[in-house]
């Protein structure tokens, strides 16, 4: 579905990405996992269009995307959840959910989705007239999730959802991608929390300043002795 092939991304003089490969098929749960700073932040913006790349070529379902606009991008399939969730603070939460259908004229999937929204995530339909920024973090996330899905993606970025919550609650959003996942949708999935992160995807990469130096089936990552020194505790 999604393929970059030795992407290189610099801002000014830094080297942010170096020559970066990775591949996502449809219908899996892919994750990148690695330090601060490491660049993954970097990858998912370059994907959306909204870092341009220097070097390399991003393809999604054949189509190049490498020189192509945030919302050509997100017309074609892709949505994104930002780190720290973005939500817009002054609007309600039912303004957020329809800013993320921008783009869409079918009020009857538009309804249909909300709908799907409200299933996943009860607590919005509960707070739907009030201010985003008024909502808890963990509301803030279901909200940045639900926006995402309301451009009817197939294939949704995911920024470190897991950012800042409680446990139970990183336990709740990592419930629902597997359901949105299940639902359809196809995941690449940045997350700090490496244990539940490769509990969740099928595959994953590891990227250390700026390069992939890991990659393969999650459960071969887990018992890689690299991988458990520098990320999960041992």
């Given at each position: 579905m999604l393929s970059l092939e030795a992407i290189d991304v610099y801002y000014g003089k830094i080297h942010a990405l170096k020559g970066v490969s990775l591949s996502v098929d449809e219908g899996e749960i892919v994750t990148l996992i690695g330090a601060n700073g490491a660049g993954k932040t970097t990858l998912l913006r370059t994907i959306s269009g909204l870092?341009?790349?220097?070097?390399?070529?991003?393809?999604?379902?054949?189509?190049d995307l490498t020189r192509?606009?945030?919302?050509?991008?997100?017309?074609?399939?892709?949505?994104?959840?930002?780190?720290?969730?973005?939500?817009f603070a002054n609007l309600t939460v039912k303004?957020?959910?329809?800013?993320?259908?921008?783009?869409?004229?079918?009020?009857?999937?538009?309804q249909a989705d909300l709908e799907r929204v409200f299933a996943l995530f009860p607590r919005l339909k509960e707070r739907l007239r009030q201010p985003a920024g008024t909502l808890s973090g963990g509301e803030q996330q279901m909200l940045a999730i639900g926006r995402a899905l309301m451009a009817r993606p197939k294939l949704l970025l995911m920024d470190e959802p897991s950012m800042g919550l409680a446990p139970v609650l990183v336990q709740t959003i990592f419930g629902i991608i597997r359901e949105i996942n299940a639902q359809g949708t196809t995941i690449l999935l940045i997350e700090q929390n490496a244990h539940m992160a490769?509990?969740?995807?099928?595959?994953?990469?590891?990227?250390?300043?700026?390069?992939?130096?890991?990659?393969?089936?999650?459960?071969?990552?887990?018992?890689?002795?690299?991988?458990?020194?520098?990320?999960?505790?041992g």
């Open positions: 870092v341009r790349p220097k070097n390399g070529t991003i393809r999604f379902r054949g189509e192509r606009r945030p919302e050509d991008i997100v017309a074609l399939g892709i949505s994104h959840v930002p780190e720290g969730r973005r939500v303004e957020n959910l329809e800013m993320g259908a921008y783009l869409r004229r079918d009020r009857a999937g538009i490769l509990g969740v995807a099928r595959r994953a990469y590891v990227i250390e300043t700026g390069r992939i130096v890991l990659e393969g089936p999650s459960e071969a990552l887990r018992q890689s002795e690299k991988v458990r020194a520098a990320y999960l505790g």
